[in-house]
């Protein structure tokens, strides 16, 4: 039987939302082991006049507990 963790990371992007989530699954990577799946829970964006200036993800990443 495997036991699996649920944590929530928040990140950010200036390219898109897809790269913020790649960044957080990076960034958990560094201190987790056995990640198993990330779920995009929340996205916003920051806007200064009529441009995006930040993509944002509140993301799920779920690991394997050893």
Known sequence: MAVLKV???LANSEK???DATKKAVKHA???LKNIRSVYVNEQ???VKGDD???FRV???ITFEVE
């Open 29 to 31: 990577a560094k201190s």
């Open 52 to 54: 995006i200036t930040e």
């Open 58 to 60: 509140n993301v799920k």
């Open 44 to 46: 916003s964006a920051s």
């Open 16 to 18: 898109s939302w897809e």
């Open 7 to 9: 944590i929530e990371v």
